[in-house]
């Protein structure tokens, strides 16, 4: 669901990377549609564009709950302030937001190259539903429905798996699965 008239402003919340439990376990329902979960979202659209990314679902904030929010259209780009300072420029926006959701997909399957802000550095081809169909709910808990192609599909995808406690790297083959699994978990540790 697009949130009109979203103002860019929140607070920046801590990204959990894998493998941090949290990542790995099947978020429960959002039952309460409230202004803390607006408040909620508002934080995870903030955070999601400053990472930059395209994708940030409940998990990587390390809430294990059904919802992530999008925007795979907007631009970013650094300029120089009449002070001489450089800062990012945000604009275009088209924040979603996606409660509860539930895919319906069938037909083709795409190679996309996908990336992760809970695993950073990695970027690799997963096999994905070319066109999907949504069902969710928006911030006043009201159900749509909606068809989505190509990256924003992928998009729904990628986040969606979050919610079932699915990171990208799960998706590739055990080969390089494995790799990626003892390479982060050793960065992790230092
Ligand atoms: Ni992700």
């Given at each position: 669901?697009?949130?009109?008239?979203?103002?860019?402003?929140?607070?920046?919340?801590?990204?959990?990377?894998?493998?941090?439990?949290?990542?790995?376990?099947?978020?429960?329902?959002?039952?309460?549609?409230?202004?803390?979960?607006?408040?909620?979202?508002?934080?995870?659209?903030?955070?999601?564009?400053?990472?930059?990314?395209?994708?940030?679902?409940?998990?990587q904030?390390?809430?294990?709950?059904?919802?992530?929010?999008?925007?795979?259209?907007?631009?970013?780009?650094?300029?120089?302030?009449?002070?001489?300072?450089?800062?990012?420029?945000?604009?275009?926006?088209?924040p979603?937001?996606?409660?509860?959701?539930?895919?319906?997909?069938?037909?083709?399957k795409i190679?996309?190259?996908?990336?992760?802000?809970?695993?950073?550095g990695?970027?690799?081809?997963?096999?994905?539903?070319e066109?999907?169909?949504?069902?969710?709910?928006?911030l006043?808990g009201?159900?749509?429905?909606?068809?989505?192609?190509?990256?924003?599909?992928?998009?729904?995808?990628?986040?969606?798996?979050?919610?079932d406690?699915?990171?990208?790297?799960?998706?590739?083959?055990?080969?390089?699965?494995?790799f990626?699994?003892?390479?982060?978990?050793?960065e992790?540790?230092?």
């Open positions: 669901m697009k949130i009109e008239n979203y103002e860019f402003k929140g607070t920046l919340l801590p990204i959990v990377t894998y493998p941090d439990p949290v990542l790995s376990k099947v978020a429960v329902p959002v039952t309460v549609f409230d202004k803390d979960l607006e408040n909620l979202v508002m934080d995870m659209l903030y955070t999601m564009y400053h990472a930059p990314g395209i994708g940030l679902a409940a998990p904030i390390g809430k294990s709950i059904r919802l992530f929010v999008m925007d795979v259209d907007y631009d970013r780009e650094e300029v120089t302030t009449a002070d001489g300072k450089e800062e990012m420029r945000y604009t275009n926006f088209n979603m937001v996606l409660i509860n959701p539930v895919i319906k997909s069938s037909g083709e190679l996309y190259e996908e990336g992760c802000l809970s695993v950073p990695v970027y690799e081809e997963v096999k994905r539903f066109h999907i169909k949504v069902d969710y709910q928006d006043q009201n159900k749509h429905s909606m068809e989505a192609d190509e990256l924003f599909a992928i998009c729904v995808q990628h986040e969606n798996d979050h919610l406690g699915v990171v990208f790297i799960e998706r590739l083959s055990n080969l390089k699965k494995q990626y699994k003892k390479k982060l978990a050793k992790k540790n230092g």
